[in-house]
């Protein structure tokens, strides 16, 4: 293990971008997850169609194919983003169809009579989904959605495969150096690990709070 | 589609305009992202017929169709290998003996948490040093097997745990053992339950063989780098390959979504928002497991008079 | 040591093999050999001269020894690659690999069992010194750098090529004209090759961005991802070709003997191959295998084989 140590900073750095990357992906799925739940919920058919076709091309797609279509294609299309952020871009954009289905089962957890109450006292579609619906639909999918914090978490390490060195990437130069395989990536995967399980702890701890008895 | 109408009213004159209005805006807006990104994307020149002539070849596709045949092997080789890991770990991890429970939890949870290509890594680079050197095939496929075993016992465990506790307990009054009721009464069921999940898993495991390209398996993934490389058309070709993916795994979805409409498993319950009322398993395991639709999709009109509303 | 076997042999084997011999390596490439300046009408006596190593004789064959479990056995296997354009590449039209090493292993195949059979197993560059280890492949043909320390664990052959490592840019660039120049820029570089190492020794403060290959690098670069891409000399030739925005700024910079790599302790395996690869240097075949493949991008004529065992390690 003192291989590890040796390299320590250089873990620590892979290690600080894989946080970074994992806590900007997740917020942009999540955003983008949500919204693309209400749109396959909403009176508007193209965007139900629209929300249809990203979900299924979005999780159809192997995420190392995006990343590099991302990498490499959005500068041809004019938009040209550091590897990190393209990155992220990529991440958030793949785990927000992910999301965006925890939703849909979250929201399929509300009891009927809340929709139809919300609309009795006169509740449109937005203020509905927004004030009824999805508060009570987010707090039903908190577990689901930190199993795909953690797959999140370790599709990260994808990102190595276009250049960003993330703890994996970091683990890999260590390897080239000093040619000690197994500790040096026991040592990365003891440091998912950690991510992971701290992961699954805070989940359990929100659930706890929010979880709605029914 | 009237499913899904419990969250707004049957639209009124003000509300159909309003709908129409944001159809169009919606469309306007789609049609005109796309032609933008399409029109920038022409002005790089990445449009040229040249360079997108040589996908309308056939020993291009021939080539392709290797690749996909590799995937194919490497995701259905894979998924029986952690269909039947995952059932082992599941018996395990529900085991009464502690000496099965423990390893079993803790290989679940190990594995749940450390990424497939960190396995791929140990495989491709630690092993070799220490003499096992291992055929490519198995270099992808051990370690995506060893990875999603963990995951196909977690949707196992929950399936087991939501049969109703009177199946198991009734083939134990008749006088079967606990392995003779759980082989013959539990898991057959079970396993039925969970078909359209397995298969979600399957199309989730299938997307993980891109991994190839780590390993130089020559999966679809590495076939298009290996065409890329040969025909310097980066671009053209990682958006072909895209496509053939999108192409077989939105089918096995959608065979998925017909295994479980067939399956018609609607225990009575609480009317629910989109019309479905299966109780949904905690699943510890993988979000492939809990967001891919394990339901008819909302516009279809399940067998569910009690979750129309009258408009 | 059976040094003098195939000087020997250079006269002795009829220039019929020739045509043979040619035919088997320019099979695939055909249409690109009329791309190669002067190469057509220098073709016959070329000819004639990769004719003198067509086969070894039976008594270079030693009983007992790796030669004989390859003729054995009918095919040789190489540790190789099939994204490496030039080099080794996979035609996926055809199925046939292509390129230096590619050919060289044809050659050698062609040397020990009387045909042209290589089977390539993919390698990885972390992964090559096991392969040879543990036996799965008999030999490495994947722009295999001799180095000591490699040396330790694998048998070096050759070397039979030089390499140099050369710097990419857009053109218009200024103030990048040798190494020393990319310190404190960002410079691309093709995952595991060795100008990470080399960008790492010469511009210790320049900030290495790698992409898994020459399609990606080129694009990266192009697309503004780094300021330079230091890659072997002949593929950035290549490069240059496809997109003439970009030029090759000076002159290699490092000097990267290739090697063939083999089993560590197989002493007369090595002097086997090398043998070969004299005779081969000699004979002519070593600069028609260059004129089909490098040759097609760089022009003039091949350069001389470098002196077996000219590097430490080899």
Redesign the interface.
């Given at each position: 293990m003192d291989v590890v140590l040796r390299h320590w900073s250089a873990f620590t750095d892979g290690m600080t971008t894989t946080l970074e990357l994992t806590a900007l992906s997740f917020a942009g799925a999540l955003l983008i997850g949500i919204v693309v739940a209400a749109m396959?919920?909403s009176?508007?058919?193209?965007?139900?169609g629209?929300g249809?076709v990203y979900v299924?091309?979005f999780?159809?797609?192997?995420?190392?194919?995006?990343l590099?279509?991302f990498?490499?294609?959005l500068?041809?299309?004019?938009v040209?983003f550091p590897?990190f952020t393209t990155a992220v871009i990529a991440i958030a954009l793949y785990e927000a169809?992910?999301?965006?289905?925890?939703v849909?089962?979250g929201?399929?957890?509300?009891?009927?009579?809340?929709?139809?109450a919300a609309?009795a006292i006169g509740l449109?579609?937005g203020q509905?989904?927004r004030l009824v619906?999805l508060p009570q639909a987010l707090r039903a999918v908190v577990?689901?959605i930190g199993?795909?914090l953690?797959?999140l978490t370790?599709?990260t390490?994808?990102a190595?495969?276009?250049?960003v060195v993330d703890l994996?990437a970091a683990?890999?130069r260590v390897?080239?150096l000093e040619?000690q395989?197994?500790p040096v990536?026991?040592g990365?995967?003891l440091g998912?690990?950690a991510v992971?399980?701290l992961v699954?702890l805070l989940t359990n701890l929100i659930e706890r709070k929010v979880a709605i008895v029914? | 589609m009237s499913t899904s109408r419990v969250l707004f009213d049957e639209p009124g004159p003000i509300a159909r305009r309003r709908i129409r209005v944001a159809t169009v805006v919606v469309s306007i807006a789609v049609a005109g992202l796309i032609a933008l990104a399409v029109r920038r994307f022409a002005d790089h020149g990445q449009l040229d017929a040249d360079k997108w002539r040589p996908y309308t070849t056939w020993p291009m596709w021939r080539y392709l169709l290797q690749g996909v045949r590799a995937t194919v092997e490497a995701a259905a080789v894979a998924t029986g290998l952690s269909l039947a890991g995952g059932i082992v770990l599941a018996l395990g991890r529900l085991s009464p003996h502690r000496r099965f429970r423990w390893p079993a939890v803790v290989y679940i949870e190990v594995m749940r948490t450390v990424p497939v290509l960190l396995l791929v890594y140990i495989v491709l680079f630690g092993l070799p040093h220490y003499g096992v050197n291992l055929p490519l095939f198995w270099k992808l496929v051990a370690p995506l097997s060893v990875s999603s075993a963990a995951v196909f016992a977690e949707i196992f465990r929950a399936g087991i745990l939501s049969l109703d506790r009177g199946q198991r307990e009734a083939g134990l009054a008749i006088g079967m053992t606990r392995r003779q009721t759980m082989w013959i009464v539990v898991l057959p069921q079970a396993v039925r339950r969970l078909l359209p999940s397995l298969v979600s898993q399957s199309v989730g495991l299938l997307k993980d063989t891109s991994l190839g390209f780590i390993v130089s398996y020559s999966e679809l993934l590495y076939s298009g780098r290996i065409l890329a490389t040969y025909n310097r058309l980066l671009i053209q070709t990682y958006i072909v390959i895209a496509l053939v993916y999108i192409v077989i795994n939105a089918s096995l979805s959608k065979f998925a979504r017909t295994l479980e409409a067939r399956q018609g498993v609607r225990p009575a319950g609480r009317r629910r928002l989109l019309g479905f009322v299966r109780p949904r398993p905690y699943v510890a395991g993988s979000p492939h497991l809990r967001a891919r639709p394990e339901h008819p999709a909302p516009q279809s009109e399940g067998p569910e008079p009690q979750n129309k509303i009258p408009a | 040591m059976s040094r003098t076997l195939p000087r020997r042999l250079g006269t002795a084997l009829p220039v019929a093999l020739a045509t043979l011999t040619l035919a088997a390596v320019t099979a695939c490439s055909s249409d690109s050999d009329s791309a190669v300046p002067g190469g057509q009408d220098k073709k016959p006596a070329e000819a004639s001269a990769a004719a003198a190593v067509g086969v070894a004789p039976d008594t270079a064959i030693l009983p007992g020894s790796t030669m004989e479990k390859i003729k054995k056995r009918g095919y040789l296997i190489v540790g190789g690659s099939q994204d490496a354009p030039l080099w080794s590449q996979l035609n996926p039209m055809n199925g046939q690999v292509e390129g230096f090493d590619a050919e060289m292993g044809r050659l050698l195949a062609k040397y020990i069992i009387g045909k042209p059979e290589v089977k390539i197993v993919s390698s990885a560059t972390e992964t090559r010194e096991a392969l040879l280890q543990n036996g799965t492949v008999d030999v490495v043909f994947q722009t295999y750098t001799i180095t000591p320390k490699r040396a330790e664990q694998v048998a070096f052959a050759g070397p039979y090529y030089s390499s140099g490592q050369a710097i990419l840019v857009k053109k218009g660039t200024t103030g990048i004209k040798a190494p020393a120049d990319l310190n404190g820029k960002t410079v691309i570089a093709g995952a595991n090759t060795p100008a990470v190492t080399a960008i790492q020794q010469l511009a210790p403060s320049a900030k290495v961005v790698t992409f898994a290959s020459d399609p990606e690098c080129l694009q990266a670069l192009r697309q503004g991802r780094g300021e330079a891409y230091v890659q072997d000399q002949a593929l950035l030739v290549a490069d240059v070709k496809q997109y003439p925005d970009t030029t090759v700024v000076g002159e290699p910079f490092t000097q990267d003997p290739y090697g063939i790599g083999l089993k560590h302790d197989d002493t007369a395996f090595k002097s086997f191959v090398n043998d070969w690869l004299r005779a081969i240097g000699q004979s002519g075949a070593w600069q028609a295998v260059w004129k089909q493949t490098i040759g097609t991008v760089v022009e003039g004529n091949p350069p001389a084989p470098p002196a077996i065992g000219s590097a430490a390690g080899s």
């Amino acid at each position: 293990m003192d291989v590890v140590l040796r390299h320590w900073s250089a873990f620590t750095d892979g290690m600080t971008t894989t946080l970074e990357l994992t806590a900007l992906s997740f917020a942009g799925a999540l955003l983008i997850g949500i919204v693309v739940a209400a749109m396959r919920v909403s009176p508007v058919p193209v965007l139900r169609g629209v929300g249809t076709v990203y979900v299924e091309s979005f999780q159809n797609t192997p995420l190392l194919v995006l990343l590099v279509l991302f990498v490499f294609g959005l500068p041809e299309v004019g938009v040209i983003f550091p590897l990190f952020t393209t990155a992220v871009i990529a991440i958030a954009l793949y785990e927000a169809a992910y999301i965006a289905e925890a939703v849909r089962s979250g929201i399929n957890t509300v009891p009927v009579g809340q929709a139809e109450a919300a609309r009795a006292i006169g509740l449109g579609f937005g203020q509905s989904l927004r004030l009824v619906i999805l508060p009570q639909a987010l707090r039903a999918v908190v577990q689901p959605i930190g199993n795909i914090l953690i797959a999140l978490t370790m599709n990260t390490s994808l990102a190595a495969a276009v250049g960003v060195v993330d703890l994996t990437a970091a683990a890999n130069r260590v390897n080239l150096l000093e040619a000690q395989p197994i500790p040096v990536f026991v040592g990365a995967g003891l440091g998912y690990m950690a991510v992971c399980a701290l992961v699954g702890l805070l989940t359990n701890l929100i659930e706890r709070k929010v979880a709605i008895v029914r | 589609m009237s499913t899904s109408r419990v969250l707004f009213d049957e639209p009124g004159p003000i509300a159909r305009r309003r709908i129409r209005v944001a159809t169009v805006v919606v469309s306007i807006a789609v049609a005109g992202l796309i032609a933008l990104a399409v029109r920038r994307f022409a002005d790089h020149g990445q449009l040229d017929a040249d360079k997108w002539r040589p996908y309308t070849t056939w020993p291009m596709w021939r080539y392709l169709l290797q690749g996909v045949r590799a995937t194919v092997e490497a995701a259905a080789v894979a998924t029986g290998l952690s269909l039947a890991g995952g059932i082992v770990l599941a018996l395990g991890r529900l085991s009464p003996h502690r000496r099965f429970r423990w390893p079993a939890v803790v290989y679940i949870e190990v594995m749940r948490t450390v990424p497939v290509l960190l396995l791929v890594y140990i495989v491709l680079f630690g092993l070799p040093h220490y003499g096992v050197n291992l055929p490519l095939f198995w270099k992808l496929v051990a370690p995506l097997s060893v990875s999603s075993a963990a995951v196909f016992a977690e949707i196992f465990r929950a399936g087991i745990l939501s049969l109703d506790r009177g199946q198991r307990e009734a083939g134990l009054a008749i006088g079967m053992t606990r392995r003779q009721t759980m082989w013959i009464v539990v898991l057959p069921q079970a396993v039925r339950r969970l078909l359209p999940s397995l298969v979600s898993q399957s199309v989730g495991l299938l997307k993980d063989t891109s991994l190839g390209f780590i390993v130089s398996y020559s999966e679809l993934l590495y076939s298009g780098r290996i065409l890329a490389t040969y025909n310097r058309l980066l671009i053209q070709t990682y958006i072909v390959i895209a496509l053939v993916y999108i192409v077989i795994n939105a089918s096995l979805s959608k065979f998925a979504r017909t295994l479980e409409a067939r399956q018609g498993v609607r225990p009575a319950g609480r009317r629910r928002l989109l019309g479905f009322v299966r109780p949904r398993p905690y699943v510890a395991g993988s979000p492939h497991l809990r967001a891919r639709p394990e339901h008819p999709a909302p516009q279809s009109e399940g067998p569910e008079p009690q979750n129309k509303i009258p408009a | 040591m059976s040094r003098t076997l195939p000087r020997r042999l250079g006269t002795a084997l009829p220039v019929a093999l020739a045509t043979l011999t040619l035919a088997a390596v320019t099979a695939c490439s055909s249409d690109s050999d009329s791309a190669v300046p002067g190469g057509q009408d220098k073709k016959p006596a070329e000819a004639s001269a990769a004719a003198a190593v067509g086969v070894a004789p039976d008594t270079a064959i030693l009983p007992g020894s790796t030669m004989e479990k390859i003729k054995k056995r009918g095919y040789l296997i190489v540790g190789g690659s099939q994204d490496a354009p030039l080099w080794s590449q996979l035609n996926p039209m055809n199925g046939q690999v292509e390129g230096f090493d590619a050919e060289m292993g044809r050659l050698l195949a062609k040397y020990i069992i009387g045909k042209p059979e290589v089977k390539i197993v993919s390698s990885a560059t972390e992964t090559r010194e096991a392969l040879l280890q543990n036996g799965t492949v008999d030999v490495v043909f994947q722009t295999y750098t001799i180095t000591p320390k490699r040396a330790e664990q694998v048998a070096f052959a050759g070397p039979y090529y030089s390499s140099g490592q050369a710097i990419l840019v857009k053109k218009g660039t200024t103030g990048i004209k040798a190494p020393a120049d990319l310190n404190g820029k960002t410079v691309i570089a093709g995952a595991n090759t060795p100008a990470v190492t080399a960008i790492q020794q010469l511009a210790p403060s320049a900030k290495v961005v790698t992409f898994a290959s020459d399609p990606e690098c080129l694009q990266a670069l192009r697309q503004g991802r780094g300021e330079a891409y230091v890659q072997d000399q002949a593929l950035l030739v290549a490069d240059v070709k496809q997109y003439p925005d970009t030029t090759v700024v000076g002159e290699p910079f490092t000097q990267d003997p290739y090697g063939i790599g083999l089993k560590h302790d197989d002493t007369a395996f090595k002097s086997f191959v090398n043998d070969w690869l004299r005779a081969i240097g000699q004979s002519g075949a070593w600069q028609a295998v260059w004129k089909q493949t490098i040759g097609t991008v760089v022009e003039g004529n091949p350069p001389a084989p470098p002196a077996i065992g000219s590097a430490a390690g080899s």
